[in-house]
Nanobody, 114 residues
Framework: QVQLVESGGGLVQAGGSLRLSCAAS????????MGWYRQAPGTQRELVAR?????TTNYADSVKGRFTISGDIDHVYLQMNSLKPEDTAIYYC??????????WGQGTQVTVSS
């Protein structure tokens, strides 16, 4: 089992930056992929960025060039630059283990004011 805790969200003006952090504990040795998703009110949860142990990364078109995902043994980070009001959402950390089970954090609120 994997436990995830997000942090780093907050209120920022348009054009500003935030760095989200996801701390993983538990069965982290079996993690296959980690990523960030977000969900705004009235919308479906969408992929923001994802990385695998193989080194591949994927980004939503809306954040390419502005967001960067990175990680170490037990953390995954999302550096968010040039934030826009459209980025306002709850951001969730997600991990997939080798048993093809996925886990989610509780989310951290990001609010970008114009």
């Amino acid at each position: 089992q994997v436990q995830l805790v997000e942090s780093g969200g907050g209120l920022v003006q348009a054009g500003g930056s935030l760095r989200l952090s996801c701390a993983a504990s538990g069965r982290i040795f079996s993690i296959y992929a980690m990523g960030w998703y977000r969900q705004a009110p009235g919308t479906q949860r969408e992929l923001v960025a994802r990385m695998t142990r193989a080194g591949t990364t994927n980004y939503a078109d809306s954040v390419k060039g502005r967001f960067t995902i990175s990680g170490d043994i037990d953390h995954v980070y999302l550096q968010m630059n040039s934030l826009k009001p459209e980025d306002t959402a709850i951001y969730y950390c997600n991990v997939v283990v080798h048993a093809q089970e996925d886990y989610w954090g509780q989310g951290t609120q990001v609010t970008v004011s114009s």
